[in-house]
Every structure is written in structure tokens, then in C-alpha cells.
T-cell receptor, first 114, second 114 residues
Framework: DQQVKQNSPSLSVQEGRISILNCDYTNSMFDYFLWYKKYPAEGPTFLISISSIKDKNEDGRFTVFLNKSAKHLSLHIVPSQPGDSAVYFCAARPVSGGYQKVTFGTGTKLQVIP | ETGVTQTPRHLVMGMTNKKSLKCEQH?????MYWYKQSAKKPLELMFV???????ENNSVPSRFSPECPNSSHLFLHLHTLQPEDSALYLC?????????????FGPGTRLTVL
């Protein structure tokens, strides 16, 4: 039973446009969420995070939105660049009672077309 | 060396072999992790070490034996593995007991069990 779901395995976007990657979760105990980016032959690298006390967190071209009632979060990349082409993993964890137990989604492969 | 390094990057072994995976972090962190990523599955947390002590074993079979001699090094000893253990094994580290606690990943070891 996957507790963190990324239902789109892949996404193609034109350079300069917005990329929107979606993530759903089922565990109500999750209250801290992270996005990681992974290039081939490299490990995942942390991108951006959001605590459940917020509904938005922005860092440059990257913005994460959290809708707690819908148990849904999304990552927006504006404008998209070819260097953003990678696999993006959504991850979640409970802040209390096991905050190091991060649960990952299966990833969405983003391709930004020049 | 910077960040988190893993050796070897690729490993092919028979079911009766004994081998070890090595991870080293150069970030001054005090928590280390082993993850497994099988094809089309999310990253699965295997073990967590805090200050050299194992604090999480996510129901991992005993044919995987971790060792953490100090906060900078983490090993995964492998023996009598099965073909279904073929996967990418990722090591990560973090500064534990901080709210953010983002994990920094190594590039992984691609393991093939014949």
C-alpha cells in the first residue's frame, strides 16, 4: 500500500513553460513534505520542503503547494529549463514518532524540451 | 572527497557470495541511512543509524547486515542474497534532531545478484 503516490510517471514540458508535478498521500500522520531531484547515475538531491503549517513555500523558480484537506501537494517550476530534466521524487515524513522515516513516491520523470 | 560517497558503484555477485557495500559521508552528519530502490518501486528505507547506534530496521531480511563503526562510515554486508535483491542501494546522511533534517544521498551501488 503506497502511502505517497505520484501518479504521473512522466511529464514533457516546453522550455520556458510551467512544469507541475503532483503528489498525493494517504497517511494523516505525515506533516513534513520534501521534493528531491535525481539525475541519472547520481543520488537524489534535496530540492524544497514544506511543513504542514504552511500551504506554500517558494525558492526561486520552485514553489511547493500543500493542500492538507485533499492530502495533495504539487511542485511548480517556472520557467522550466532543460537542466530541470530529471526524476522528481515526492517524500513525506511524520515530524513526531519517527521523523527520520521518510516515505518516498515512485517519481515523475520530467523532460523539458528546448 | 565531498558529500556522500559509495563504493563500489556496480557489483555483480552470485547467491553464495559475501560482499560489502561501503558508504562514507564528509558532511559532519550524525545520522546515516540505507535505502533500496527496485525497478518501478519507491525508495524503501532499510536501516537508520543515529550516533553509530541502529535506531531503525525496517523488517529487512538478515541476509543484509549493516555496520556503522563511526558517524562517517556505514557498511552493508551481503550474504546468500536472492536475485530479487538486485536493486540500487543508496546511502544517505543527515544532521539528526533538527526539524529540517534533509538527507543527502550518495550515488548508489547498482547490485545484480545472479
Amino acid at each position: 500500500d503506497q502511502q505517497v503516490k505520484q501518479n504521473s510517471p512522466s511529464l514533457s514540458v516546453q522550455e520556458g513553460r510551467i512544469s507541475i508535478l503532483n503528489c498525493d498521500y494517504t497517511n494523516s500522520m505525515f506533516d513534513y513534505f520534501l521534493w528531491y531531484k535525481k539525475y541519472p547515475a547520481e543520488g537524489p538531491t534535496f530540492l524544497i520542503s514544506i511543513s504542514s503549517i504552511k500551504d506554500k513555500n517558494e525558492d526561486g523558480r520552485f514553489t511547493v503547494f500543500l493542500n492538507k484537506s485533499a492530502k495533495h501537494l504539487s511542485l511548480h517550476i517556472v520557467p522550466s529549463q532543460p537542466g530541470d530534466s530529471a526524476v522528481y521524487f515526492c517524500a513525506a515524513r511524520p515530524v513526531s514518532g519517527g521523523y527520520q522515516k521518510v516515505t518516498f513516491g515512485t517519481g515523475t520523470k520530467l523532460q523539458v524540451i528546448p | 572527497e565531498t558529500g556522500v560517497t559509495q563504493t563500489p558503484r556496480h557489483l555483480v555477485m552470485g547467491m553464495t557470495n559475501k560482499k560489502s557495500l561501503k558508504c562514507e559521508q564528509h558532511l559532519g552528519h550524525n545520522a546515516m541511512y540505507w535505502y533500496k530502490q527496485s525497478a518501478k518501486k519507491p525508495l524503501e528505507l532499510m536501516f537508520v543509524y543515529n550516533f553509530k547506534e541502529q535506531t531503525e530496521n525496517n523488517s529487512v531480511p538478515s541476509r543484509f547486515s549493516p555496520e556503522c563503526p563511526n558517524s562517517s562510515h556505514l557498511f552493508l554486508h551481503l550474504h546468500t542474497l536472492q536475485p530479487e535483491d538486485s536493486a540500487l542501494y543508496l546511502c544517505a546522511s543527515s544532521q539528526a534532531q533538527t526539524l529540517a533534517d534533509e538527507q543527502f544521498f550518495g550515488p548508489g551501488t547498482r547490485l545484480t545478484v545472479l
